[in-house]
């Protein structure tokens, strides 16, 4: 089954305006982690929760994350043209940076931001 | 910090070759390193686990004699895609992590894009 999913799987809105992703998944997790890629590159880090965090800032970027429900969001305030690209969440699940590490990625929610 | 790179950039090979693709840590060591494949407009389907000095172990459903990794040095390890098919068009992608408990993220390969004749 997927570990992380996220939604919405497309997403376009205007330059200014703030976009929200979220994402869901299925078991306990150390951690989750939020990347971003643009069109045919690799991945780029974001920001990462912890499972005993609630809520994380870094710019215009918000994460939340709710063990509760198994989900998380991110949000990007202030949109600009330069934030489009495809988004992915990421669990870790193992022994956090330990020997059996591994992330699962979601399918990923593609931002379209309009000039 | 922490720049991986990743040779070549894109190949086009006939059906029946074998290639090579190399993952580079650049200003770190890595005894860690990822690979993926990437389908269009999909996710990061994780293929295998590469540690150096030692076997790499493989996701279910990947076939090891045919996706050969080599995590020879702690800065280099390789995916050798072998009889190559049509169907094994993809983007490959690798990553690395930086070594130490603790240590989560990830950091990531421009990818390789193949393609298979």
Redesign the interface.
């Known amino acids: 089954s997927q570990q992380g999913e996220e939604d919405p799987q497309a997403l376009s809105i205007q330059e200014g305006e703030n976009a929200t992703m979220n994402c869901s998944y299925k078991t306990s997790i150390?951690?989750l982690?939020w990347?971003r890629q643009n069109s045919?590159?690799?991945?780029?880090?974001l920001i990462?929760i912890r499972s005993n965090e609630r809520e994380k800032h870094s710019g215009r970027l918000r994460v939340t994350l709710d063990t509760s429900k198994k989900s998380s969001s991110l949000l990007i305030t202030a949109s600009r043209a330069a934030d489009t690209a495809s988004y992915?969440c990421a669990t870790?699940a193992g022994n956090?940076?330990?020997s059996n590490?591994?992330?699962?990625?979601?399918?990923?929610t593609?931002l379209t931001v309009n000039p | 910090g922490a720049v991986v790179s990743q040779h070549p950039s894109r190949v086009i090979c006939k059906s029946g070759t074998s290639v090579k693709i190399e993952c580079r840590s650049l200003d770190f060591q890595a005894t860690t390193m990822f690979w993926y494949r990437q389908f269009p407009k999909q996710s990061l389907m994780l293929m295998a686990t590469s540690n150096e000095g030692s076997k790499a172990t493989y996701e279910q459903g990947v076939e090891k004699d045919k996706f050969l990794i080599n995590h020879a040095s702690l800065t280099l390890s390789t995916l050798t895609v072998t009889s190559a098919h049509p169907e094994d068009s993809s983007f490959y992608i690798c990553s690395a992590r930086l070594p130490g408990q603790g240590r989560e993220t990830q950091y990531f390969g421009p990818g390789t894009r193949l393609l298979v004749l």
């Open positions: 150390n951690n982690q990347y045919g590159r690799g991945l780029v880090h990462l992915f870790d956090s940076g330990g590490y591994k992330l699962t990625f979601g399918k990923g593609l």
